[in-house]
């Protein structure tokens, strides 16, 4: 069974930075595809980015492309995306998710383990 935590949500202002973690445990993230997705309230939960479980390809939602960058520390197990000139419209409940070998997977149904969400909230 694979856990995930988050880390590293808060409060920002706008054009700031937030770097968001996500620690595995139970299995080596080598072997996971990692998603990152975000839900406002009253809002479906979206898709924000993804790296493949070889590390070799990343992907985003348009909204963020240029903004945000994913990636994974093997050796650490941990997972991260970088945020950068944030907006009040990136204001949500971040989500890592993770699926074993996965290459690509945008919708949430594309992964089985989940984490319990961190908040980022973007003033103006």
């Known amino acids: 069974q694979v856990e995930l935590v988050e880390s590293g949500g808060g409060l920002v202002q706008a054009g700031g930075s937030l770097r968001l973690s996500c620690a595995s445990s139970g299995f080596t993230l080598s072997t996971l595809g990692m998603g990152w997705f975000r839900q406002a309230p009253g809002n479906k939960r979206d898709f924000v980015a993804g790296?493949?479980?070889?590390?070799?390809?990343?992907y985003y939602a348009d909204s963020v492309k240029g903004r945000f960058t994913v990636s994974k520390d093997n050796a650490k197990d941990t997972g991260y995306l970088q945020m950068n000139s944030l907006e009040p419209e990136d204001t949500a409940v971040y989500y890592c998710?993770?699926?074993?070998?996965?290459?690509?997977?945008?919708?949430?149904?594309?992964?089985?383990?989940w984490g319990q969400g961190t908040q980022v909230t973007v003033s103006s």
């Open positions: 790296i493949s479980w070889t590390g070799a390809s990343t």
């Open positions: 998710a993770a699926h074993q070998k996965l290459y690509y997977g945008r919708s949430s149904h594309d992964y089985a383990y």
